[in-house]
């Protein structure tokens, strides 16, 4: 049974950054393809990037390359998504999910999700 868990959110100022991790305790993220999604209220889940689990291939939403980041560590278990240069309009909650389609941009295209982490960037 995949168990998906996020930390790292939390309160940031404009320009500031984050670091989520995504990790599982049941079972091996190498066996799938990884993505980040985040949610704003009254908002479609949107897809921020991917991660094969065969060669760390990475794929990028058009409009967030360039300030996010996402990888794996394997032998840790644990997905990560760095973020930087935060702006209000980035709160949202931030989802890890993992299925296996790599380049996976579509919600319906992961079977297993996290129940998310809360990132609010205010002053």
């Known amino acids: 049974q995949v168990h998906l868990v996020e930390s790292g959110g939390g309160l940031v100022q404009p320009g500031g950054s984050l670091r989520l991790s995504c990790t599982d305790s049941?079972?091996?993220?190498?066996?799938?393809?990884m993505g980040w999604f985040r949610q704003a209220p009254g908002q479609e889940r949107e897809f921020i990037a991917a991660v094969s689990w065969i060669d760390a291939n990475t794929y990028y939403a058009p409009s967030m390359k360039g300030r996010f980041a996402i990888s794996r560590d394997n032998a840790k278990n644990t997905l990560f998504l760095q973020m930087g240069n935060l702006k209000p309009e980035d709160t949202a909650v931030y989802f890890c999910a993992a299925g296996d389609m790599f380049p996976g941009n579509r919600p319906r295209e992961y079977a297993y999700w996290g129940q998310g982490t809360q990132v609010t960037v205010s002053s």
């Open positions: 049941g079972r091996p993220l190498s066996n799938y393809a």
